[in-house]
């Protein structure tokens, strides 16, 4: 078995504000070249957490470069929800690899879900790493370099204090900051990774969060997305009663933000407070990204997913009453094992009656160490995909009907920047969750970058079904 020196958290702690300062002023001395590379997998929480790294660093003099050939340090920073993500990390292992035989200087990193579920396995099959970092200790990076020049290879993947102070980002420019407000997960469901590579639930202090949401506006940032795997749950651990909807009072109220998003909820945390506070509080989108998963009470309850579809469904009437127009998004799982014709007629039904905004459909993918691989995985490939299919079909059905009708209306859109499908149109997202474009030129000639980070009255006026077309509604 590989033997390789690891750092714990509380060896990492120890060290910290003493090799913060150490290790700044020996990149300073030193003329240091840092050159740091890094390649982000999944989803809002890992793109946080890369930007973290990257302040870290450069507080201790890395500068960030474009290809990992220009690199003398290559980091990971990894997904373990489905396989597919894993693939890709391995696949890039193996061109690192190569790269790594050319220039035996080059360190090389991984870090973040799949460091933390696979640890030292990663190691004996990829010997030219030279660095795993877990979810929580990836704060501790220039520490953890600087460890790595002692000793051959560190691993530091023990769960740490990473709520107990504010840590920098450096954030792409652009309207939006992903602030994140909570990490890990309490309720595991017998399919999900995530309670295994992110740990148990944490909320961290709402005093820290504003600091944080403060520095991001006054960075030019003008919307804000709240992070969490269950983030409707922010607070529960913290003990004093704080909840989401008094952060987002909180944070309300803080001069030049403009706009509050929050992902991804549960539908057992939704409460009636939080709903009329969304109502009430022109700041902060009407949406809510709540994944059902699947309309069968039977499957549900071998997801271990703690509420049934009619729970689900009292939920969506409830924020359709509270909130009016608010836009429902899902996620849903397709052949999860032992779903039956009859259990996926299910979630087909759900779908017909909520009629999500949007939807998000995954075949059933096992993830190695979840209750849920102990299930015969017995429905067939070929019977996964006819069943997403169907179920994407439908939902295209249902969002090309709404937003045609939503022609010759007015919303209130965010512009974020240029469309990444058309450089010659402006890219927004509505006071809900409504992709909306418009041309970068106006009628006059005149440019209208000078709106991307401004919110602006547009009209619809066509659309697919992905994205609706429209242009500013004349003053």
Same mark, same amino acid.
């Given at each position: 078995?590989?033997?390789? =020196? ?19 002023? &020996? ?15 999944? *989803? ?21 470069? !474009? ?101 920098? &980002? ?17 309720? &595991?469901?017998?399919? *999900? ?5 992110? /740990? ?44 989401? &909807? ?41 949406? @809510? ?7 069968? !009470? ?89 069943? *997403?299919?169907?179920? @994407? ?14 022609? /010759? ?8 920047? =240029? ?6 149109? @402006? ?5 809900? +969750?409504?992709? $909306? ?6 009628? !006059?000639?005149? +440019?209208?970058?000078? @709106? $991307? ?6 009209? $619809? ?15």
């Amino acid at each position: 078995m590989l033997q390789t =020196p690891s750092v714990t958290a509380s060896d990492a702690a120890a060290v910290s504000q003493t090799m913060d300062a150490a290790t700044t002023a &020996a990149t300073a001395a030193s003329g240091s070249s840092g050159r740091v590379f890094i390649e982000t997998f999944g *989803c809002q929480m890992n793109l946080a957490d890369t930007e973290v790294v990257l302040a870290r660093l450069a507080e201790a003099g890395y500068a960030q470069v !474009d290809t990992p050939e220009a690199a003398n340090l290559v980091l990971l920073n990894t997904c373990s929800v489905r396989d597919h993500a894993e693939a890709k990390v391995r696949s890039r292992l193996g061109v690192l690899r190569i790269q790594k035989r050319a220039n035996p200087g080059l360190k090389i990193g991984v870090m973040g879900c799949m460091a933390q579920r696979e640890k030292s396995d990663l190691l004996r099959r990829n010997p030219h790493i030279d660095l795993i970092v877990g979810t929580d200790q990836f704060v501790h990076m220039p520490q953890l370099l600087a460890q790595l020049d002692q000793q051959q290879r560190v691993v530091a993947t023990d769960f740490g204090d990473f709520e107990a102070r504010p840590w920098p &980002a450096q954030r792409a420019a652009g309207p939006n900051a992903f602030v994140p407000i909570m990490r890990g997960c309490n309720y &595991a469901c017998t399919y *999900c990774i995530v309670p295994y590579t992110r /740990g148990a639930e944490k909320s961290r202090d709402p005093a820290l969060i504003e600091t944080e949401v403060r520095a991001a506006v006054a960075a030019g940032h003008v919307q804000v997305t709240l992070l969490g795997q269950t983030v409707d749950a922010y607070g529960k651990t913290l003990g004093d009663g704080t909840t989401l &909807a008094g952060l987002l009072r909180r944070l309300h109220a803080i001069d030049g933000l403009q706009r509050i998003r929050f992902i991804t909820s549960h539908p057992k945390d939704i409460t009636d407070d939080l709903l009329h506070t969304m109502a009430e509080l022109p700041k902060v989108a009407k949406h @809510l990204h709540v994944p059902a998963q699947c309309g069968s !009470d039977r499957i549900l309850r071998l997801m271990g997913r703690r509420y049934t579809r009619d729970d689900y469904l009292r939920f969506a009437e409830r924020a359709r009453r509270i909130i009016p127009g608010v836009e429902l998004q899902s996620d849903f799982i397709v052949g999860f094992p032992h779903e039956s014709d009859a259990d996926f007629a299910d979630t087909v039904s759900l779908m017909e009656t909520v009629r999500f905004n949007w939807s998000y459909v995954f075949t059933y993918s096992p993830r190695p160490g979840t209750p849920a691989t102990r299930l015969d995985d017995d429905v067939p490939e070929a019977v996964k995909k006819d069943r *997403c299919h169907r179920l @994407l079909n439908l939902q295209m059905s249902h969002q090309t009907a709404q937003y045609e009708a939503l022609k /010759g209306a007015t919303r209130q859109v965010l512009i974020d920047g =240029p469309s990444s499908g058309d450089p010659l149109m @402006l890219h927004g997202r509505s006071e809900g +969750n409504l992709h $909306i474009v418009l041309p970068r030129q106006a009628s !006059d000639g005149s +440019n209208r970058d000078h @709106l $991307i980070g401004t919110i602006v009255p547009v009209r $619809i006026e066509r659309s697919t079904a992905l994205t609706l077309f429209g242009d500013i509604v004349p003053t």
